[in-house]
């Protein structure tokens, strides 16, 4: 079975450029979230989609950064412009949320590390 | 969301039982307990879920108490390869179904020959 695939996974650029993270999520599911890991903050969620739409982007730091999912199967995270704060490993999950359940089991891509010069 | 209490770092050998402690005082009664490891490079992958006593897959044994205060992951026989951090979370029983995770810092596990 194809797990959730993130692209690419690694990506350095330099600060000011724009950066584009791709996710495919498993195929059947429903949530798609968007979390990021530093050393100094941990894992940290920035935003979950249910059927495409976004439920709650509270976790997103700042207006540089945005996200879509024009389908399915398809979810990018956007930051515009790019600075060194922005430096991280970025994990996409998704999960297949159903009424009244209990915290379905999330599936975690490999993650995108990132480095903002 | 309750509040999850869990050693920074453990050590261990192959061949051992591996017992990790979450302390979660304040969780509410519709609170399931649920782990999650991560191995180095990789996302964190679901482990195992329970709300009582005792409830056993195959990868490990997951023991709640009657005050479900705390919870107790349990790897029987670990090898090298269950090096990881292992993070413990509360999670409510919602109506929507799907759970917005928040890990802390999770307990860092270092299995040696």
């Known amino acids: 079975d194809a797990g959730v695939i993130q692209s690419p996974r690694h990506e350095v650029t330099e600060m000011g450029q724009e950066v584009t993270l791709r996710c495919k999520p498993i195929s059947g599911h429903n949530s798609l979230f968007w979390y990021r890991q530093t050393m100094m903050r941990g894992l940290e969620l920035l935003i979950y989609f249910n059927n495409n739409v976004p439920i709650d982007d509270s976790g997103m730091p700042e207006d540089r950064f945005s996200a879509k999912m024009p389908n399915a199967s398809f979810s990018t995270l956007k930051i515009q412009p790019s600075e060194p704060r922005d430096s991280a490993v970025y994990f996409c999950?998704?999960?297949?949320?159903?009424?009244?359940?209990?915290?379905?089991?999330?599936?975690f891509g490999d993650g995108t590390r990132l480095s903002i010069l | 969301l309750a509040k999850t209490t869990q050693p920074i770092s453990m050590d261990s050998y192959e061949g051992q039982e591996v017992n990790i402690t979450c302390s979660h005082n304040n969780i509410a009664t519709n609170d399931y307990i649920t782990w999650y490891q991560q191995f180095p490079s990789q996302g964190p992958r679901f482990i195992i879920q329970?709300?009582?006593t005792k409830v056993t897959n195959e990868v490990a044994s997951l023991f709640i108490p009657a005050d479900r205060k705390s919870s107790t992951l349990s790897l029987p026989r670990v090898s090298l390869s269950d090096t990881a951090v292992y993070y413990c979370l509360v999670l409510p029983r919602g109506s929507t179904g799907f759970q917005k995770l928040v890990f802390g810092t999770g307990t860092r596990l270092l299995v040696s020959p």
């Open positions: 999950a998704s999960s297949l949320a159903r009424r009244v359940a209990v915290g379905p089991p999330q599936h």
């Open positions: 329970g709300y009582k």
